[in-house]
């Protein structure tokens, strides 16, 4: 017994996070709440292209093209077990995707968009964080449903779309 205890006294202590309490603690309650993933938007260059990689080369299911004049963009959905990508390519000359492509030629991810329950809630509180929200008031987005974006730079280089679930 006298090893077990030397054993048992000497042994490193290590921490598990078998309960969530330790990640919640820190977490200032909100009026609202951050949902699921509801998807990564890639701008291309080539949308058939990209549409074709996606359909036949890796055998995803693909939407079909749509255009969001509100937005400057076409876009196609690429469905996804657990979310979906967007392909995002310019409409029009004033496109946020033309200026984006100009930058990065061949393409790359343009943004991540996250569900929240309540978008007038996290766009109020949000401000008063020091969030910089790109539009006065959301607008409709691909999916039918209000969205409005963050600003990159207050999103550690991210642009994060937020859309009311």
């Known amino acids: 017994s006298g090893l077990l205890s030397r ?4 042994a490193p202590t ?9 990640f919640s ?3 200032p309650s909100c009026l ?13 260059p080539d949308l058939e292209k990209a549409q074709s990689l996606y359909k036949d080369v890796l055998g995803a299911q693909v939407s ?4 969001l004049p509100e937005h400057g963009v076409y876009t196609v959905f690429v469905e996804l077990g657990n979310t979906k990508l967007e392909l995002l390519h310019p409409l029009g000359e004033k496109s946020p995707i033309a200026s984006f492509l100009q930058k990065n030629k061949t393409g790359g991810m ?3 968009c996250i569900e929240v329950d309540d978008i007038k809630a ?26 409005i974006f963050l600003h990159p730079k207050d999103c550690h280089g991210v642009l994060v779309e937020l859309e009311q679930a």
């Not at 290590?14 to 330790?22: E, F, I, R």
């Not at 609202?32 to 291309?44: D, E, Q, T």
Request: charged fraction near 25%; proline fraction near 3%.
């Open 25 to 27: 603690q820190n977490i």
């Open 122 to 147: 996290a766009m109020t509180e949000l401000k008063k964080k020091k969030i910089r929200i790109l539009s006065e008031e959301p607008k409709i987005g691909a999916h039918g449903k209000p969205v």
């Open 7 to 10: 054993l048992q006294s000497s």
């Open 110 to 112: 343009h943004h991540i």
């Open 32 to 44: 609202w709440k951050l949902g699921r993933l509801n998807h990564v938007a890639i701008a291309v």
């Open 64 to 67: 079909e093209t749509v255009a």
């Open 14 to 22: 290590v921490q598990t996070l078998s309960s969530s309490k330790s």
